[in-house]
């Protein structure tokens, strides 16, 4: 049986601004009973092409296979709003003490 990908563009918006080739790559969708059958090939598309793969289940996307790169690339996204949101939180007044919240959660 023939493996059938469908390519689709980035969601980079004009003025956004990306560590690297985040958005360069190539995007490559693979229905969840397609990669059953194909996942060392949907694997090197990913490790040696620089593609990410999206899975999907009735046409819509449900999970994705990403380089280490871009996981990396993601987690530092991640962690770089973090620590904004906890500058943020630093900064506003009335904080709630631990024992209001643990007491709060039923928590000793």
Sequence with gaps: MPIMYMMTSGSLEAGDCWPGDFFRSTNVEMSVKTIRDNLADAI????????RVILTRKSKGVAALVSMEDLAALQKLEDEADVKAARKARKEKGSIP?????????MK
Excluded: D, W
């Excluded at 090197?44 to 593609?51: C, F, Q, W």
């Excluded at 631990?98 to 039923?106: C, E, M, N, P, Q």
């Design 98 to 106: 631990l024992a209001t919240i643990k007491a709060r959660l039923g």
């Design 44 to 51: 090197n598309r990913v490790a040696y092409a620089g593609e």
